[in-house]
């Protein structure tokens, strides 16, 4: 089954840029999209298609997909931001769902 | 405004059965592929099931296939998850999202989740 690994925590000082890799075998040749997860609160899509915001998402949300990794970056990290992220992918070969472990975000 | 609602969770025994309704609105609810997603508590996201805008087309992760069920009625836009024969491990938030107009397209709405304990 398709695997996707995601550090267990990420840290930013505030108002710089946080980078939460994805990696996974060949990613770049999946729709990579990422769910943020506040604390007591459901996922909300801040990227789908490796690159594409939700209508509502801050321009800081930006996202990159190449060779065996998918990036999410935070521009201007903020307080807000602090959250776990996961990253998604629809594996064509079992036709399965599959979400990284998650990444917690620390804005310092 | 989407919105999706779910119900139906609670305190059950291993073994036994529960059964999950996600009302939806806020959009033309059979236009769209509809999932199921849970979480464990401290744990991350796990996909459990998908279904198809006609209920034709419908996958399970491994965990649960061949006791949970998906379902759907379009005249009531809802969702539901006939559980079975549950297990601890089945112990989770469980939540309901909407998908696109096919199964491929991501989840865009999460609803707010129902809570499942399976315990004696």
């Known amino acids: 089954s398709y695997e996707l690994t995601q550090p267990l925590s990420v840290s930013v000082a505030l108002g710089q840029t946080a980078r939460i890799t994805c990696g996974g075998d060949n990613i770049e040749s999946k729709n990579v999209h990422w769910h943020r997860q506040k604390p007591g609160q459901a996922p909300v899509l801040v990227i789908y298609?490796?690159?594409n915001r939700p209508s509502g998402v801050p321009e800081r949300f930006s996202g990159s997909n190449s060779g065996n990794t998918a990036t999410l970056i935070v521009r201007g990290a903020q307080a807000g931001d602090e959250a776990d992220y996961y990253c998604?992918?629809?594996?064509?070969?079992?036709?399965?769902?599959?979400f990284g472990g998650g990444t917690k975000l620390t804005v310092l | 405004e989407v919105q999706l609602v779910e119900s139906g969770g609670g305190l059950v025994q291993p073994g036994r059965s529960l059964r999950l309704s996600c009302a939806a609105s806020?959009?033309?609810?059979?236009?769209?592929?509809m999932h199921w997603v849970r979480q464990a508590p401290g744990k991350g996201l796990e996909w459990v099931s998908t279904i198809s805008w006609n209920g034709v087309s419908i996958d399970y992760a491994d965990s649960v296939k061949g006791r949970f069920t998906i379902s759907r009625d379009n005249g009531k836009n809802s969702l539901y998850l006939q559980m079975k024969s549950l297990r601890p491990e089945d112990t989770a938030l469980y939540y309901c999202a909407k998908g696109g107009a096919t199964t491929v397209t991501t989840f865009d709405y999460w609803g707010q989740g129902a809570l499942v304990t399976v315990s004696s």
């Open positions: 806020g959009f033309t609810f059979d236009d769209n592929a």
């Open positions: 998604q992918v629809w594996d064509r070969s079992t036709a399965h769902w599959v």
């Open positions: 298609r490796d690159f």
